[in-house]
């Protein structure tokens, strides 16, 4: 258990729909990072949030934003989705802008 | 620019040994190797920060060569728990505009009894 948490674990939802992903950092960790995982494909970094501020940025699309609030939480909202759009998402937290980055277990996206 | 993981996929027998590994056309500040079991999440196994650091971790350990923008995974004696994608993660030095982590495209590692 890496002590980030990710809700929910499973989502199915239709096209053109929007969805909300959280997640929790370890305790002490000012930094989030959101990547998509298609099947049996690499990493997608897609954003890097520190201390409640866009830090880097990678691949995401212009249908999805994120946050972090003021308690390091974090959302990704995926927006008009598509069936492309259907991967596991993963948030991953750091103590500090760079190095060693601890996964949550995951957000299963299906599109339907 | 993506890093560039060598071999795509690779079968041993449990107590073989293999390599793996992470090459860059960019000037790098740092590796970062994760191993992934299939349907969970990716697992931090070590981080090099210098040219030429090696690191360990039981019998799992990683050279940098900072001068050859290179990696290396070294799994010594393979246990059937190592089976797995193991993932090179590869930094830019600070001053890079494009400071983000970039990962390679995986390794699959296939451990037989």
């Known amino acids: 258990d890496s002590g980030v948490t990710q809700t929910p674990k499973h989502l199915i939802t239709a096209t053109g729909q929007r969805v909300t992903l959280r997640c929790s950092p370890r305790s002490g960790d000012l930094s989030v990072y959101w990547y998509q995982q298609s099947l049996d494909q690499g990493l997608q970094f897609l954003i890097q949030?520190?201390?409640?501020?866009?830090?880097a940025k990678g691949n995401i699309l212009e249908r999805f934003s994120a946050q972090q609030f003021p308690d390091l939480h974090s959302e990704l909202n995926l927006s008009s989705l598509e069936l492309g759009d259907s991967a596991l998402y993963f948030c991953a937290s750091s103590p500090r802008t760079r190095g060693e980055q601890y996964f949550g277990p995951g957000t299963r996206l299906t599109v339907t | 620019q993506q890093p560039v993981q060598s071999p795509q996929a690779v079968i041993l027998r449990e107590g073989e040994d293999a390599v793996i590994n992470c090459s860059s056309s960019?000037?790098?500040?740092?590796v970062h190797w994760y191993r992934q079991k299939h349907g969970e999440a990716p697992v931090f196994l070590m981080i090099l920060l210098k040219g030429g650091e090696q690191k360990g971790h039981d019998k799992i350990s990683a050279s940098f060569n900072e001068k050859k923008q290179q990696s290396s995974l070294y799994l010594t004696a393979s246990q059937l728990s190592y089976s797995g994608t193991y993932f090179c993660g590869t930094e830019p030095p600070i001053t890079d505009r494009d400071d983000k982590i970039i990962f390679g495209k995986g390794t699959r590692l296939h451990i037989l009894p």
């Open positions: 960019k000037a790098l500040y740092s």
């Open positions: 949030y520190y201390n409640g501020e866009e830090r």
